[in-house]
């Protein structure tokens, strides 16, 4: 039985259970809240030495899991065995048994963190029609904002739209780490305000004028002067930089420029849907102050830059040259 998040949320604190929870998929944020959930709320704290297990993919073997599923709670009604890291669990043929018929007493919960099980297999095919099945998709970075500013909102804050990109930038899609971030804004501004750009700055550690957000800006817009203000910001403080993190920007940045380019659109709404942006007036007018410094054969010239630089930084052809010396001439090579 396939469920959504807000269903099998709804039906646990409603005291609605099933034997078995397959929760999967590439986001991990959704399937750690429903983890937590039944391990902090299903028991009195008073059963849970007895009734409570969590063991873990990677130390347990799938026979192991099966008898203790069928052992019966101790002055309970039900037990509860949690296995996280279930995606790490070798054989699962052998709790084969178990999933086609398990016992009602026992509450068994399989974190299956960033893949989804083989719906091919067996196991796979009982699961699905057994089990209450959770299945997570990783959010698109274009959909994070959206997603930042809903969960805020929940928590009587607002934001505005450009502190929602920046933290994305500075974060990615990752919502584990998004919503680490989003609970120190929420821990340090009183409710009902909205969180702007200086909040983010403030109370998240993000420069509003020296991140990879700032940089890649500049380098669409050819602004050199800004470029190498922030690489020197980043050369003097080498922690908050990542070469990495500034590559896979760029990379995106450029992929959406070399769409756009590419397509021609019409209308704004158009641009876009291609970028994967928001349709919002200071991010398109960046974007078509690009597209006039950056033509198709340019950009795949970058491409061929950030492939190169990206083999440097991992040590390839190449002897060791600091990360920050590297961003200077790779910036260098893009913007002439």
């Known amino acids: 039985m396939i469920s959504a998040f807000d269903a099998v949320l ?13 929760l999967e998929g590439e986001e991990p944020y959704y399937i750690d809240l429903i983890s937590d959930y039944i391990e902090n709320n299903l028991l009195p704290p008073s059963e849970r030495s007895f009734n409570q297990t969590i063991l873990y993919g990677k130390e347990i073997s799938a026979n192991e899991i099966r008898q203790q599923a069928l052992n019966y709670p101790m002055f309970s009604n039900y037990q509860v065995i ?17 999933i086609e018929k398990p016992v009602k007493s026992t ?14 297999t067996k196991v796979g095919k009982t699961l699905h029609s057994n ?3 959770m299945t997570t998709k990783k959010l698109y970075e274009n959909q994070v904002p959206n997603w930042i500013e809903k969960y805020l909102a929940e928590r009587n ?46 109370n998240i550690g993000i420069s509003k004028e020296y991140n990879t957000f700032e940089l890649t800006k500049a380098i669409g817009l050819k602004d050199g002067k800004k470029v190498n203000r922030i690489i020197k910001y ?47 007036p200071f991010i398109l007018n960046e974007y078509k102050a690009a597209l006039k410094n950056y033509s ?26 600091p990360e920050e010396a590297l961003l200077q001439e790779l910036a260098y090579k893009i913007l002439h």
Request: charged letters at 25%; one cysteine or more.
């Open 82 to 98: 949690i296995v996280k890291e279930a995606q790490m669990l070798k054989k699962w043929d052998e709790l084969l048994p178990y």
């Open 234 to 280: 980043f050369i003097a403080n080498p922690k908050v930089h990542s070469l990495v993190f500034t590559l896979g920007s760029l990379y995106n940045y450029f992929s959406r420029l070399y769409i756009i380019q590419y397509v021609k659109p019409v209308t704004d709404a158009d641009m876009a849907s291609l970028a994967g942006v928001r349709p919002l």
């Open 10 to 22: 709804r039906d646990l604190k409603n005291k609605i259970y099933h034997p078995i929870y397959l």
């Open 131 to 133: 089990a209450v099945v």
């Open 157 to 202: 804050l607002n934001i505005e739209p450009q502190a929602a990109s920046l933290i994305v930038e500075y974060v990615g899609n990752e919502l584990s780490r998004v919503s680490n971030e989003l609970e120190k804004l929420i821990l340090n501004l009183n409710p009902g305000v909205q969180v702007t750009v200086e909040d983010v700055e403030k």
């Open 107 to 120: 509450i068994l919960v399989l974190c299956h963190r960033y893949e989804n099980i083989d719906r091919r």
């Open 296 to 321: 198709l054969k340019k950009i795949e010239e970058i491409f061929d830059l950030l492939q190169q630089y990206d083999l440097r930084s991992k040590g390839i052809k190449d002897s060791g040259t």
